[in-house]
Antibody, heavy 126, light 106 residues
Framework: QVQLVESGGGVVQPGGSLRLTCAASGFTFTKYVMYWVRQAPGKGLEWVASIWYDGSNDNYGDSVKGRFTISRDNSKNILYLQMNSLRVDDMAVYYC???????????????????WGQGTTVTVSS | DIQLTQSPSFLSASVGDRITITCRASQGVSSILAWYQQKPGKAPKLLIYAASTLQSGVPSRFSGSGSGTEFTLTISNLQPEDFATYYCQQLHSLPITFGPGTKVDI
């Protein structure tokens, strides 16, 4: 079945780095835009980054721009989030998510995030 | 950036109630708006997309409406499993943004 499984979270000191991984299965990964979304403890949801199906374009939220890099390996069906210069306010559960469809022949389905992983927890603390 | 506000932020309700949550956008987002349900310790679950389209497998007691800057999520005949936090999300423009959430509690 369609599944996203995140890993790579852990405890890191401020200023440190971490790479998150999202393993995709059960669908044609190479056709889909992919997202990272995070949720700080007790807070709401925040979009972090998106990457096109072929990795040719990426976008970031202002709070992570210049520090985080989203990438993908379509040969392995894996999505990554490289997080550098981590700050205390980056502490959160990080989810990868997949949209409900993909563009075909220039026609795109209504945007939404319909498949989510279980999340991986990043703790930034000295 | 498009800001989303939700009202109320907290809602106390009972099983069988009909409730409505409102999401307002600081700029028009056409119908490019989704609603999610989240329970503690779990990932968000898509309920509604394109403002009013029910996601497959979601009970018909959930419905969405609106376009432009004002949207509503309505839950009819509230069930025990519906007590959760609900978020709206706009995907019309980058950055993608979420509302602050509405917690529905007993």
């Amino acid at each position: 079945q369609v599944q996203l499984v995140e890993s790579g979270g852990g405890v890191v000191q401020p200023g440190g780095s971490l790479r998150l991984t999202c393993a995709a299965s059960g669908f044609t990964f190479t056709k889909y835009v992919m997202y990272w979304v995070r949720q700080a403890p007790g807070k709401g949801l925040e979009w972090v980054a998106s990457i096109w199906y072929d990795g040719s374009n990426d976008n970031y939220g202002d709070s992570v721009k210049g520090r985080f890099t989203i990438s993908r390996d379509n040969s392995k069906n894996i999505l990554y989030l490289q997080m550098n210069s981590l700050r205390v306010d980056d502490m959160a559960v990080y989810y990868c998510a997949r949209p409900g469809g993909y563009c075909s022949d220039g026609v795109c389905p209504p945007p939404r995030m319909d498949v989510w992983g279980q999340g991986t927890t990043v703790t930034v603390s000295s | 950036d498009i800001q989303l506000t939700q009202s109320p932020s907290f809602l106390s309700a009972s099983v069988g109630d009909r409730i409505t949550i409102t999401c307002r956008a600081s700029q028009g987002v056409s119908s490019i708006l989704a609603w999610y349900q989240q329970k503690p310790g779990k990932a968000p679950k898509l309920l509604i997309y394109a403002a009013s389209t029910l996601q497959s497998g979601v009970p018909s007691r959930f419905s969405g409406s609106g376009s432009g800057t004002e949207f509503t999520l309505t839950i009819s005949n509230l069930q025990p499993e519906d007590f959760a936090t609900y978020y709206c999300q706009q995907l019309h423009s980058l950055p993608i943004t979420f509302g602050p959430g509405t917690k529905v509690d007993i």
